[in-house]
């Protein structure tokens, strides 16, 4: 199996997790988001060193720790996804879960503006034409909301920038993630250390599936980063945009089929623009690469170069006359 093909398989299985993902949240209820953030952490360190062992790969510690920029990297990384989580949990937990699919719809625009800003690259027109309509459509949500959408935002912008910094650090998945998670657990566990001593935690107050949930969460939490991770590092940004539509058709189908939250006119009026920006930029990448595929296809040789070649790699072959000195000048 080609790497491209097995980052795909990796990207579509995480983003089909992370689609159904809102109907594990409500389960943990009712422990608060904070509480939740902290065991994904706190289990998910268990979890990815429970994996490292069986691989037998502990030493990567000591390389990464001689590259400060790498371990700068992993810090910023960290922040991004734990406010990512905290911001979906927050969400779900809220119910706001068609908010929450907003964020995830308008990522891969968001992906884009990152590249202009921050990879300095160059938009084609119908690049600026599905950002004019995506802006458009966050009027259009606020208008309705009456506020800003700033969950979504704050989902869209954290896990665009998670998905850069992972890139640029090409981390093997279960070990980015290891020291990822290692970086918030200390903090994460003094958190529950501090709930469970003020009588506020659910761990181990509510009932033995509720616990075993939470401690699930660990698994729940990794498992599909660690597809994610193995992702971006075989598939280009753009490709992980376009899979990444799988996770926020789910969750909005859960928020609305499910959990019967609302959606007014307005509110659809403003997905259908998010979802036709969407449609824009996504036409205009595949044809883009497509127009590179046929660019770096090579040009057919002439067929007396041909003839050269094949008479050059005949066995006990003679060049064609005047080829010897040719050769020589």
């Known amino acids: 199996m080609t790497p491209r093909r097995l980052g795909y398989l990796y990207g579509i299985g995480a ?31 268990v979890f990815v060193a429970l994996v490292l062992a069986a691989l037998r790969n502990v030493g990567f510690l000591r390389a990464l720790l001689r590259r400060p920029r790498a371990l700068a990297g992993v810090g910023v990384a960290a922040a991004l996804i734990a406010l990512n989580w905290g911001t979906y ?37 119908a690049q600026w034409v599905a950002l004019g309509v995506g802006g458009a459509a966050v009027a259009v949500l606020t208008v309705d909301y009456g506020r800003l959408p700033f969950l979504a935002l704050v989902l869209a912008f954290s896990f665009a920038g998670y998905g850069l910094v992972k890139k640029r650090l090409g981390l093997p998945a279960a070990e980015g993630l290891f020291v990822e998670s290692a970086v918030l657990a200390l903090p994460a566990l003094a958190y529950l250390v501090w709930l469970g001593g003020t009588g506020g935690a659910s761990f181990g107050a509510v009932s033995a599936g509720h616990t075993a949930l939470l401690v699930a969460a660990g698994a729940a939490t990794a498992i599909p980063l660690l597809m994610f991770a193995g992702a971006a590092n075989r598939l280009p940004l753009t490709s992980l945009g376009m899979i990444q539509y799988l996770a926020p058709i789910l969750q909005l189908a859960c928020g609305v089929l499910v959990f019967h939250e609302p959606m007014p006119p307005a509110r659809l009026a403003g997905f259908a623009l998010v979802w036709l920006a969407l449609a824009i930029f996504t036409t205009d990448a595949l044809r883009s690469a497509h127009r590179q595929r046929r660019n770096r296809r090579p040009a057919p040789a002439a067929p007396h170069r041909n003839l050269a070649v ?14 010897k000195a040719q050769d020589r000048g």
Do not use: C, M
Request: net charge positive; charged share 15%.
């Open 15 to 45: 983003y089909l997790l992370w689609g159904f993902f809102p109907l594990y949240l409500k389960l943990l209820q009712p422990a608060g988001p904070l509480e939740i953030l902290a065991h994904r952490i706190v289990w998910s360190v």
């Open 89 to 125: 949990i927050y969400g779900v937990n809220s119910d706001r879960v068609v908010e929450t699919a907003l964020g995830y719809f308008i990522n891969p625009l968001v992906v884009v503006l990152l590249g202009v800003f921050v990879l300095r690259e160059r938009l084609r027109p």
């Open 310 to 323: 094949s008479a050059a790699a005949s066995p006990g072959s003679r060049p064609p006359s005047g080829q």
